[in-house]
DNA sequence: TCTGGGGTCCTAGGACCC
DNA sequence: TCTGGGGTCCTAGGACCC
């Protein structure tokens, strides 16, 4: 590849490169589809977290003109016969488990781009389009969800592909971009805006509108050194994928993870602080527990409360605390005891809270443990087998079997979730077969 | 009444060092 | 009168993604 001099500051991956980007279509409504199908055909929107805002929709659902994140009590009062389900994440991540499986033996190699994208390397496929209506019919068959291929020789050219795949069904879920001459490439990207594109957000088309980049087209176009200069390298690099230019490369293993975060809003507004401790202290359970399945250790955390900023009635608060543990850790009741500690910090009296959460930070491999100076080690060992114990507990019985004290009975602030669907593939009592009976 | 949750990267500016 | 310059690290904030 000849290294243009205006992209200096771009990283290229390599010239020979080709991307097939498939993605489920509608993904949470369509596994809701799969085991209900009461539900195919009909306008569908899954709920967020305490049946909030809608952040999936089927295509009839699309139709009738709702948004995502729109908040579902406005939705509803728009079309009070619309279906709704509340969000069920084990069983979308178990479908996506499914989906990923099939469609990573498909290719020699893959990135799992998102819960329902994957981007297969598909350089030496001698025949692309076939590859792609395989996998298409595969999945459909497998497991009973519809998914749309893009193809394109970077990775956002592959994005692109697969909006049209999605938007235009006379391509019959499959779209290679490349397949398209000059002219042809030209007038598509005419036609697609560039809020559209891969990596620009409604911050950056809104800026890029004033400046006269309106389509894929036009920051395709536009000079490099240009776009440095209003914009960022991000940007740069964006318009040098849309021209063909390779910057972006195939994550072959999941990149190290560097934050996790636990965080709800409430069911209902909390102001004691004893409710505030239960939901702070179960959030922090489900981050070590995390730890633990991912095999890392948190130096800091943080824990974060904070009243409904949409409320205009009532005063607003909200307040982080930070503190960097002894040495790193995984043990819940070591988080749990700091948490404890965090939130005594920043509650304040006379508050409604709407939300809590914890962030653990600077995380390190389990395996590099460091242990403390003047501990014990056979203490450390008992803890550590006191948390397996727990994990295991949980994991046989369902989450929570066996929890801190101090997360709380009656739980009187947890999540709203009116119309959850069954956990039809992760747990026996709730298999489709069973239910029949 | 009701407005998600969990991530990443880049940049600018301040602190600090020699 | 004239008050360095270059480097690193950290953090907050802004932007993006699904």
Not at 197 to 219: C, F, H, N, P, Y
Not at 260 to 287: C, K, N, Q
Not at 327 to 334: G, H, I, M, P, S
Not at 419 to 428: F, L, N
Request: proline content about 3%.
């Amino acid at each position: 590849m000849q290294r243009s001099g205006a992209l200096f500051s771009v990283r290229f991956v390599s010239s020979d490169v080709m991307f097939a980007l498939v993605d489920v279509n509608n993904f949470y409504a369509s596994c809701e589809a799969v085991f209900d199908i009461s539900l195919r055909n009909k306008p569908l929107v899954v709920l967020s977290n305490n049946d909030g805002c809608v952040i999936a929709r089927s295509a009839e659902a699309k139709a009738l003109g709702i948004q995502m994140t729109e908040p579902w009590h406005q939705v509803r009062a728009r079309h009070p016969q619309l279906i709704h389900r509340s969000s069920n994440y084990e069983l979308y991540a178990d479908m996506s488990a499914r989906v990923m499986t099939i469609l990573s033996a498909a290719a020699p190699s893959s990135e799992c781009y998102s819960i329902d994208e994957i981007f297969l390397d598909i350089r030496n496929v001698p025949d692309r389009m076939q590859l792609a209506n395989t996998v298409r019919s595969r999945v459909r068959e497998w497991i009973g969800l519809p998914v749309c291929v893009g193809i394109g020789c970077t990775k956002t050219r592959a994005k692109l592909a697969n909006r049209v795949a999605k938007k235009r069904p006379q391509f019959g879920g499959v779209f290679d971009l490349e397949a398209l001459t000059p002219a042809e490439l030209s007038e598509l990207m005419r036609e697609i805006d560039v809020g559209d594109v891969w990596g620009v957000g409604s911050r950056l088309k809104a800026r890029l509108e004033v400046l006269g980049i309106r389509t894929a087209l036009d920051l395709r176009n536009a000079d490099s050194e240009w776009i440095r200069s209003h914009s960022s390298v991000v940007l740069q690099r964006t318009a040098a994928e849309l021209r063909g230019i390779a910057c972006i490369p195939l994550e072959l293993t999941a990149p190290v993870r560097k934050q996790l975060v636990v965080s709800r809003s409430f069911g209902s507004e909390v102001d004691r602080y004893d409710a505030l401790r239960e939901s702070v202290l179960s959030y922090v359970s489900r981050a070590a527990e995390k730890l633990r399945t991912e095999g890392l250790l948190a130096r800091r955390m943080q824990i974060f409360i904070h009243t409904n900023s949409f409320r205009d009635d009532r005063a607003q608060y909200s307040a982080e605390f930070s503190l960097k543990m002894p040495v790193a850790t995984d043990d819940t009741l070591a988080l749990a005891n700091a948490a404890e500690y965090a939130l005594r910090r920043i509650f304040r009296e006379g508050f409604l809270y709407q939300k809590a959460g914890t962030m653990l930070s600077e995380l390190t491999p389990a395996a590099q443990r460091q242990h403390a100076l003047f501990v014990d080690p056979t203490q450390i060992e008992r803890r550590s087998r006191l948390n397996a114990t727990l994990d295991k507990i949980n994991q046989l019985y369902g989450r929570d079997t066996v929890r801190v004290a101090g997360s709380g009975v009656e739980r009187t602030w947890s999540m709203r979730r009116s119309q959850v669907s069954p956990r039809y593939t992760t747990r026996w009592s709730d298999l489709a077969v069973a239910r029949a009976r």
